[in-house]
Antibody, heavy 118, light 107 residues
Framework: EVQLLVSGGDLVQPGGSLRLSCAAS????????MSWVRQAPGKGLEWVSV????????SYTDSVKGRFTISRDNSKNTLFLQMNSLRADDTAVYYC???????????WGQGTLVTVSS | AIQMTQSPSSLSASVGDRVTITCRAS??????LGWYQQKPGKAPKLLIY???SLQSGVPSRFSGSGSGADFTLTISSLQPEDFATYYC?????????FGQGTKVEIK
């Protein structure tokens, strides 16, 4: 059974940093690209970032470029999202999601809440 | 970035109704589109991929169609468990972009 366990969400001040982790199990982690998707309170879904299975290629939505970094440790089956220079509009539930080319986002973790506020 | 526009933003329907949600891309995206269902407090779930392919385990009352820039999600006979918010997502290029969502409510 595919499982994606997200952790690291917290309350952080504007300008601060936070690192999210996503522990994957139930599939060959290194064979799949992985994404982060977020959802601000009461709002719609926003795609944030993706990383290829080997970790050699990444992409970001414009609003987080230069501030967020997606990475992975395939030896530990773990995906990360390093978030720097956090702003109030980064407040959201962050989902870790498995991506399959030609199929989309097929497995979603439970989400973790990041709150940026003073 | 490609803009995805869903309509309507919300709708009210009764159990047994046929429901149609549309999604329009700001440029052609072949058939690189998925549909997702989200219930309150839960993570989204993939329903349809490649515009018309049903994800494993999804009931056959859900169907998708379209290509190019215009797409449709149809629920042939709405069931109580289908009341949720539905999102389209373009899988054509980066950054990926979602539609704004369509909330399906009980009439």
């Amino acid at each position: 059974e595919v499982q994606l366990l997200v952790s690291g969400g917290d309350l952080v001040q504007p300008g601060g940093s936070l690192r999210l982790s996503c522990a994957a199990s139930g599939f060959t982690f290194s064979s799949y690209a992985m994404s982060w998707v977020r959802q601000a309170p009461g709002k719609g879904l926003e795609w944030v970032s993706v990383i290829t299975g080997a970790g050699g290629s990444t992409s970001y939505t414009d609003s987080v470029k230069g501030r967020f970094t997606i990475s992975r440790d395939n030896s530990k089956n773990t995906l990360f999202l390093q978030m720097n220079s956090l702003r109030a509009d980064d407040t959201a539930v962050y989902y870790c999601v498995r991506y399959v080319g030609g199929k989309g986002l097929d497995y979603w973790g439970q989400g973790t809440l990041v709150t940026v506020s003073s | 970035a490609i803009q995805m526009t869903q309509s309507p933003s919300s709708l009210s329907a009764s159990v047994g109704d046929r429901v149609t949600i549309t999604c329009r891309a700001s440029q052609g995206i072949r058939n690189d589109l998925g549909w997702y269902q989200q219930k309150p407090g839960k993570a989204p779930k993939l329903l349809i991929y490649a515009a018309s392919s049903l994800q494993s385990g999804v009931p056959s009352r859900f169907s998708g169609s379209g290509s190019g820039a215009d797409f449709t999600l149809t629920i042939s006979s709405l069931q109580p468990e289908d009341f949720a918010t539905y999102y389209c997502l373009q899988d054509y290029n980066y950054p990926r972009t979602f539609g704004q969502g369509t909330k399906v409510e009980i009439k």
